[in-house]
């Protein structure tokens, strides 16, 4: 039997995992963590340095190579193949490392539950007739994170929140009734295809680690200094994970 963890780790800030999951990864037998090319070698290195930050027992640290999704095909055919593939690798790793069952934990930006599918590649293994136990350990997402940073509250008093993608956004525009936006997974500035309008935005890009950015103000001023920046900032680094909430002024004001 094998008891997967699958750990909500924040936004790369190891002041960010909670007491839970501190205790979760130290009772691990095996902490697998993923490998995603050159340019995102930041991204195991933040995981390796909240390894080190908080572990005091056994865990093995393994890591692999994490499959490419193809970016050519279909979205949705592309992301199921490469959901298939991760499986496949994970299953690989534990037949390797923990042969006999034992716990092991996966480290998971954010939240397991927000916009992450390593719930739905851990559904993959258990069809796939691997016994195994899967818990979820809460972790604080980038939406917090972004909320936080700005000192913003998430939505206006008793008002709702629509959490969307970059991808819908683009393809679909403002989403319909809604007063609140937060967009996440937005591969290139989507909020460009918005009339601006009275729309507030607050950015923020590595939120929780050293070279955190921030930008907040009316889109139609804001937006092209964002579109700027992140460019620079991915052109730096190799890579990006930002999200942004947008918010509407209400005729009266408020």
């Not at 995992?17 to 933040?46: F, Q, W």
């Not at 970016?71 to 923990?98: K, M, P, R, S, T």
């Not at 923020?204 to 920046?229: D, F, K, S």
């Amino acid at each position: 039997m094998i008891d997967l963890h699958l750990i909500g780790i924040g936004t790369g800030n190891p002041d960010h995992l909670t007491a839970e999951a501190v205790r979760a990864m130290n009772d691990a037998d095996l902490i697998l963590l993923p490998r995603k090319g050159r340019a995102k070698s930041d991204l195991i290195d933040l995981r390796c340095a909240i390894c080190a930050a908080v572990l005091s027992g056994p865990a093995r640290i393994v890591e692999f190579d994490l499959p490419v999704r193809d970016a050519d095909a279909v979205y949705l055919d592309a992301v199921n193949d490469w959901h298939e593939a991760i499986a496949a690798a994970w299953a690989a790793q534990i037949a390797l490392h923990l042969p006999d069952g034992g716990r092991l934990a996966l480290l998971v930006w954010g939240d397991p539950s927000l916009y992450d599918s390593s719930l739905r590649i851990a559904g993959r293994l258990k069809r796939g007739g691997m016994r195994i136990r899967v818990r979820a350990v809460p972790g604080i997402t980038s939406i917090q994170a972004l909320t936080a940073a700005h000192a913003v509250p998430l939505n206006r008093l008793a008002g709702p929140v629509t959490i969307t993608t970059g991808r819908m956004l683009r393809a679909h525009g403002w989403p319909e009734g809604a007063d609140t936006v937060v967009v996440m997974l937005d591969s290139g500035c989507a909020f460009e295809v918005l009339e601006p309008g009275r729309t507030t935005i607050w950015w923020g890009a590595y939120l929780g680690m050293a070279q955190e950015a921030l930008e907040r103000g009316p889109l139609a001023e804001t937006g092209p200094r964002i579109a700027a920046r992140r460019a620079e900032l991915r052109a730096r680094h190799g890579w990006i994970m930002d999200v942004y909430l947008m918010r509407r002024e209400k005729i009266d004001g408020n």
